[in-house]
């Protein structure tokens, strides 16, 4: 695991314990969370933590590019400890999330391109399906 210290260091970013644990819960974990699933999970350790506190904290990670802001298209976001940008699938019945690792997209910048007067940086690609434990159900 990463030097929490040395990253937030790195970033200006105050080492308060809420950050520290909101992030390293979020580099804990491939279930991409969202605020309340990280509030609800961290509550045992941090009773005192509101869930205010996880979303500011949230913000800030997210700001300084530590954390990155998943929406798939519900309500609320999602959350990732990996902030490199990878493509997402989404199960439609259970609704969890989880990274398409392998998945080079480079190419589908290439290809938008090539239909536009764009320069293109960059994509955020979500894949819908249904979960290997779903197709059990
Ligand atoms: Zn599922
Ligand atoms: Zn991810």
Do not use: W
Request: include cysteine.
């Amino acid at each position: 695991m990463d030097n929490i210290t040395s990253i937030f260091r790195e970033k200006k970013l105050k080492l308060t314990p809420q950050r520290i644990a909101v992030y390293k819960y979020l580099k804990s974990t491939k279930e991409h969370p969202s605020a309340e699933m990280i509030y609800k999970a961290l509550q045992p350790e941090y009773p005192t933590m509101s869930l205010a506190t996880v979303y500011k904290a949230l913000k800030t990670l997210v700001e300084v590019g530590l954390v990155q802001e998943i929406n798939v298209g519900e309500g609320n976001f999602r959350y990732d400890g990996n902030a490199t940008s990878h493509p997402h699938i989404q199960c439609i019945s259970c609704s969890k999330v989880d990274d398409l690792e392998n998945l080079d997209l480079t190419n589908l910048n290439k290809d938008a391109e090539s239909y536009s007067k764009y320069t293109i940086l960059s994509n955020k690609v979500y894949f819908y399906g249904i979960c290997e434990d779903c197709q059990q159900k």
